[in-house]
């Protein structure tokens, strides 16, 4: 299987990655800045451009220490809708996180074309139950989660008749260290899991990222700013358009290098065979009539004219010339008498 469609276009292997800017929060409240955050999306070459809808009061406590970040940045649905209508208008794919019931209803009646789930909600059943029926593709992000849990989630999502699911290694930690990144777990989920396998990536800059699709990663999932000095919860370890365009540039380059994996020569390389590789070639002139000696052969680098591989220099002794051969002219079957004999 994995393979997946979001609004008409494959995610999975023997595609190109899907590249999510991750605008979350960073619109700070302003429609003007959520639609330049979806316009500079487009421009630097993303996929798609997601946000987070919710309303603090629905999925945080109001003694927990975030609730005022949260509530800081809450929007209602008008806000993610004329967001959505703009998206629209200039042909930008746009969805967002649901971080609890609310949100994935509000997503679903304006008509996004995928749900994604937050890292902290791998776990929470009800609200998985109630996103299982939801008509479009659901993503997650597996952040805090063992491979246990992972796959917990999977069999859920299954149980209930989903395959159009897709989802990300991630370390939910902002800003997340280099060094625990640990690409390779992307490897050990491919081989697990027939969906597509994506990275959320934390790091600040693009290594992380390019080396997630080097190693197989069908999405890669950025958090995106116009500013990193912009106030603001994710402003500071997100993307702005300059990086965000060189990670996205860098990974097209990186999946043109990766190719296949079958062997494949050049077109180049076929014409450069002739004048790179050794032939078998006369090692001083040699009389119609004469026989082949292994003093009178060697292998060089010929003309424009090849001759037999080196493989069939052992087989022409004793063979005897059809013709003059002059010094350093290429020798081919027709230049002995009888042929090439098994």
């Not at 902290?120 to 597996?142: C, M, R």
């Not at 010339?321 to 008498?337: F, N, Q, S, V, Y």
Request: glycine content about 8%.
């Amino acid at each position: 299987m994995n393979r997946v469609t979001i609004n008409g276009v494959t995610v999975g292997d023997g595609h190109p990655a899907y590249i999510i800017a991750e605008a979350s929060c960073n619109h700070n409240g302003s429609l003007a800045t959520g639609k330049e955050l979806i316009q500079a999306a487009k421009e630097c070459g993303a996929s798609a451009v997601k946000f987070q809808n919710y309303l603090a009061k629905d999925f945080v406590c109001k003694d927990n220490v975030m609730y005022d970040v949260f509530k800081s940045v809450e929007q209602k649905k008008e806000f993610f809708e004329e967001l959505y209508d703009y998206a629209q208008k200039i042909g930008m794919t746009m969805f967002s996180t649901a971080a609890a019931i609310e949100g994935a209803d509000e997503i679903e009646a304006i008509g996004m074309p995928a749900i994604k789930l937050g890292s902290s909600n791998i776990n929470n059943f009800p609200l998985l139950e109630h996103v299982a029926t939801k008509k479009v593709p659901i993503l997650f992000s597996a952040g805090l989660a063992t491979l246990e849990e992972i796959e917990e989630t999977v069999r859920f999502f299954e149980d209930r008749g989903r395959r159009d699911i897709l989802f990300f290694h991630c370390v939910a930690v902002y800003p997340a260290r280099i060094e625990d990144v640990n690409a390779r777990f992307i490897q050990t989920l491919k081989a697990r899991f027939p969906y597509p396998i994506g990275y959320s990536d934390h790091t600040i800059g693009i290594h992380a990222a390019v080396a997630s699709v080097c190693v197989g990663a069908n999405m890669i999932e950025k958090h995106f700013t116009l500013d990193n000095k912009m106030k603001g919860p994710d402003h500071s370890f997100s993307a702005d358009p300059k990086v965000m365009k060189e990670m996205i540039e860098a990974i097209r380059e990186v999946e043109k290098a990766l190719g296949t994996s079958e062997r494949k020569l050049a077109a180049e390389e076929w014409g450069f065979r002739n004048t790179a590789r050794r032939y078998v070639v006369a090692n001083k002139s040699i009389s119609k009539g004469d026989a082949l000696t292994r003093d009178k052969l060697t292998t060089k680098k010929p003309g424009p004219k090849p001759g037999l591989e080196p493989k069939y220099l052992s087989a022409l002794i004793g063979k005897v010339a059809a013709r003059d051969i002059l010094e350093e002219e290429p020798i081919t079957w027709e230049d002995i008498i009888g042929g090439k004999r098994d």
